[in-house]
C-alpha cells in the first residue's frame, strides 16, 4: 500500500467514525488503540495450557471460523 492509499484509508475510516453514533462500534474500535497489559504480560504454563484446553473445546464444539469465512468476510468489510 502507498503513501497516498494509507492516507486515503485512515480519511475513509475517520468518516465511517464521524457516520456513525453506535456506542459499542466506538468502544470496539477505542480498544483496538489501547494496549491491554494481558497481552504483555506472559502466560504461565498453567494459563497456556488452560487455554490451549478452551481452544480445544471451542473446536469440538463447532465455535470456529474456517479461514476462507474469514477471508469472505474480511472482503465484505473492505
Known sequence: MTAVQLNA?????????????DEQIL?????CFQPSAEYLRPM??????K???RAEEDIAA???VSHEEMGRWISELQ
Do not use: P, Q, W, Y
Open 27 to 31: 468502544s470496539n474500535l477505542a480498544l
Open 51 to 53: 487455554r490451549i484446553n
Open 62 to 64: 463447532g465455535r470456529v
Open 9 to 21: 484509508k485512515k480519511l475513509e475510516i475517520i468518516g465511517m467514525v464521524m457516520d456513525t453514533d
Open 44 to 49: 504461565t504454563t498453567d494459563e497456556f495450557h
